[in-house]
């Protein structure tokens, strides 16, 4: 079960407080960062609920909650204010974007590095920069499992063959927080850590509670997101592919190897016969984007805002054919900007261009969604549904700017997936069905 019997039920709940992590789930607020698993290890597990996203279960004979789990969740609750406040911050960006100081262009001076990101491979060089020569013991991040390649787990990489075998986007659930309370048990000369914009906010949120995560994590990288699409939404792409039966998946990629590189499928055929499936990044997206979790569709935070160093694509420029990768690297915390200076004079990060305009110009639609955002909480607020507390994110200054016509899509949209969304529902918990459920079921039908 995912939680407590007694706290589950059909009936709409929505007018209730959110007081637990039952509630942040069942309501559709999780963002799947797996930091309740961290916080408190005796409660949870993450597993793959693969219409829904990775999802915290209750472990079995496990303890009450005490509050440390939600008090660091990010699906209930941001706060940007504080680190908005710091000096030196380009302040004609802060409004729209948290705390920027720097906006870079570069990639990985490494040539396999490079070829094998996303973008770049920017994060993975800072990463290895890291480990080589800044004194740190290792990375945490996200990876495919080698066995079931659908699914991603937490890992730490502590030398370049590591991250070089582990690079690459995921669209797919992912939760690099849920093994922090191992790893850094692991780690004598502290980490990296490299997740979506939820969990580094995730992780910020859980440092303010444990002074020695504060101390050994010694630097936090983004990467710019647009929503995280369930397992299903994987699934579902392979069927058109070709592949129904996923145990015979032994590969899958999303991009990169390129930039920005292909989603790229491999299953064994009836014959045994290794069978190779592409699609381009824009295709792959264009299907996997429709099965973003609910809580993506209501997120403020696109850009990595919490983190010491956030990095993207640098969508302000068309990409040519078989141009080699280029990241968009922006800097927000001092750390961070020490970093990155660091890695780039040891020769680890190749910077070519630095203008604090290439990050509106490489994401032009996040100020009209950061806008249409209060339109959306305001409906929610309207049909009783769950809202998160958002705060210093200037969302309705944003909303002013829009057309009518933004406005009334930001109403409309919101308004009818209420109901095809379930939003004042509290979801029981024998909808998060897992993959091992699925593959328990298709051998029952077997």
């Known amino acids: 079960m995912l939680m407590p019997s007694s706290t589950v039920s059909a009936a709409p709940k929505a007018s209730l407080p959110v007081v637990s992590i039952a509630d942040v789930v069942q309501r559709q607020l999780c963002t799947g960062c797996g930091v309740c698993a961290a916080v408190e290890p005796g409660t949870f597990e993450m597993r793959d609920a693969v219409d829904w996203g990775k999802r915290p279960f209750r472990r079995p004979e496990s303890v009450d909650e005490t509050g440390a789990a939600l008090a660091a969740c990010p699906g209930a609750e941001l706060d940007i204010r504080a680190a908005c406040q710091s000096a030196g911050l380009e302040s004609s ?68 063959a590591e991250l070089l075998s582990r690079t690459g986007s995921r669209y797919a659930p992912a939760s690099p927080c849920d093994a922090l309370h191992e790893q850094l048990s692991n780690l004598t000369d502290g980490a990296i850590f490299i997740g979506k914009p939820c969990d580094v906010a995730a992780v910020a949120k859980a440092c303010q509670q444990n002074a020695k995560w504060l101390n050994q994590i010694r630097l936090t990288i983004a990467f710019f997101c647009a929503g995280t699409p369930s397992t299903r939404g994987t699934l579902d792409l392979l069927a058109k592919l070709g592949l129904t039966d996923f145990s015979r998946l032994r590969s899958l990629r999303y991009r990169g190897r390129g930039w920005p590189g292909m989603f790229t499928a491999e299953w064994e055929d009836d014959n045994g016969t290794l069978v190779s499936k592409q699609l381009t990044y824009a295709e792959s997206w264009e299907f996997l984007q429709k099965y973003r979790q609910w809580r993506c569709y209501i997120c403020p935070d696109h850009t ?67 806008g249409g955002m209060w339109g959306r909480l305001l409906v929610l607020r309207w049909v009783g549904a769950a809202v998160p507390i958002f705060r210093g994110f200037e969302l309705k200054r944003f909303w002013w700017r829009l057309s009518l016509k933004q406005k009334l899509q930001s109403f409309t949209g919101t308004w009818k997936r209420v109901s095809r969304k379930r939003l004042r529902e509290c979801i029981p918990a024998h909808e998060f069905k897992t993959v091992e459920e699925l593959h328990s079921d298709r051998e029952e039908k077997v």
């Open 304 to 370: 990595g805002e919490f983190a010491d160093i956030s990095v993207g694509d640098p969508w302000y420029r068309e990409v040519q054919p078989g141009e080699p990768g280029s990241s968009l690297i922006v800097v927000r915390t001092e750390r961070g900007r020490e970093f990155l200076r660091a890695a780039a004079e040891a020769g680890y990060v190749t910077l070519t261009g630095n203008d604090a305009n290439l990050l509106p110009r490489s994401q032009p639609n996040l100020l009209a969604t950061r």
């Open 93 to 160: 960006l802060t409004a729209g974007w948290g705390p920027v100081r720097e906006v870079w262009e570069g990639y990985a001076s490494d040539d396999a590095i490079r070829h094998a990101g996303s973008s770049g491979g920017a994060a993975t060089a800072l990463a290895l920069f890291g480990l080589e020569k800044a004194g740190i013991a290792g990375v945490l991040h996200t990876t495919c499992d080698a066995k079931q390649p659908l699914i991603n787990r937490s890992v730490t990489s502590q030398n370049r």
